[in-house]
C-alpha cells in the first residue's frame, strides 16, 4: 500500500478481555515502531522490530503486552487482561533502516483508538 | 535515557501571529527531528537537522538546531489555522527519544 495502515481504527473492550492490533507498514521497511499516545500526550515508545527480531523490548509498560512481527511485514501488538490504564491511541510507525546511526524518517499510520471500559 | 523537553506546552494564538516553540536536552544528539501531527492522524515529518547551527526554512517554517547540538526550535512566522497541531521533535535515536509535543492552536 502507499503508507502505513493500521487495524481496527478504533476498539472498545471490556476490562480483562485481550486485544489485538495490526499494523502493516510501508512494503520494504525494515524497521518497524510501536507507540503509545495517552490524550493529549506526546508519544511513548513502546518495541521496534528491525526485520522480524525486536532488538529493544523496554518500552512495553507490562508483561501483559507483547508484540510480534512476521515475514519482515505485518505486526501484531497484543494486550491481554487489558485495563482501564490501557486506553489510549496505539501508533505504529515504518521506516527504511534502524534506528541507529541513520536519520531515517518515520512514517506513521492513523492509529488504533483502544477504549477499555 | 535522552529527554527531550519541549515548551511551551499549549500555544494559543490568533492568526497572523509569529510563534516560536523550543526543545531542550541536556544532552548532545547527533541529529533532530521535527513532526507535525493532526488531530486524528499519526505524526509527520517536517524537517530533519544534523548540524550544529543549522537553520532550515520551509515556507512560514524556520528550524534551528543550536550550536551544541543540545536544543532546537521552531519558529513560524504569520500563523495560519493549517498551522494548528502537536509539533513534536525527537532526537536520534528517534523512537526512544520523542519530546510531549507543543499543542498549537491557530484560530481566524
Known amino acids: 500500500g502507499a503508507g502505513v495502515s493500521q487495524s481496527p481504527s478504533n476498539k472498545v473492550t471490556e476490562k480483562g478481555k485481550d486485544v489485538e492490533l495490526r499494523c502493516d507498514p510501508i512494503?520494504?521497511?525494515?524497521?518497524l515502531y510501536w507507540y503509545r499516545q495517552r490524550l493529549g500526550q506526546g508519544l511513548e515508545f513502546l518495541i521496534y522490530?528491525?526485520?522480524?527480531?525486536?532488538?529493544?523490548k523496554s518500552g512495553l509498560p507490562s508483561d501483559r503486552f507483547s508484540a510480534e512481527r512476521t515475514g519482515e511485514s505485518v505486526s501484531t501488538l497484543t494486550i491481554q487482561r487489558t485495563q482501564q490504564e490501557d486506553s489510549a491511541v496505539y501508533l505504529c510507525?515504518?521506516?527504511?533502516?534502524?534506528?541507529?546511526?541513520?536519520?531515517?524518517?518515520?512514517?506513521f499510520g492513523p492509529g488504533t483508538r483502544l477504549t477499555v471500559l | 535515557t535522552q529527554l527531550l523537553e519541549q515548551s511551551p506546552q499549549f500555544l494559543s494564538i490568533q492568526e497572523g501571529e509569529n510563534l516560536t516553540v523550543y526543545c531542550n536536552s541536556s544532552?548532545?544528539?547527533?541529529?533532530l527531528q521535527w513532526y507535525r501531527q493532526e488531530p486524528g492522524e499519526g505524526p509527520v515529518l517536517l524537517v530533519t537537522?544534523?548540524?550544529?547551527?543549522e537553520v532550515k526554512k520551509l515556507k512560514r517554517l524556520t528550524f534551528q538546531f543550536g550550536d551544541a547540538r543540545k536544543d532546537s526550535s521552531l519558529h513560524i512566522t504569520a500563523a495560519q489555522p493549517g498551522d494548528t497541531g502537536l509539533y513534536l521533535c525527537?532526537?536520534?535515536?528517534?523512537?526512544?527519544?520523542f519530546g510531549k509535543g507543543t499543542s498549537l492552536l491557530v484560530t481566524p
Open positions: 510507525a515504518s521506516s527504511w533502516g534502524t534506528l541507529r546511526p541513520s536519520y531515517n524518517e518515520q512514517f
Open positions: 512494503s520494504g521497511h525494515t524497521a
Open positions: 522490530f528491525q526485520g522480524n527480531s525486536a532488538p529493544d
Open positions: 544532552s548532545v544528539f547527533s541529529s
Open positions: 537537522v544534523v548540524t550544529g547551527g
Open positions: 525527537a532526537g536520534l535515536p528517534y523512537a526512544l527519544n
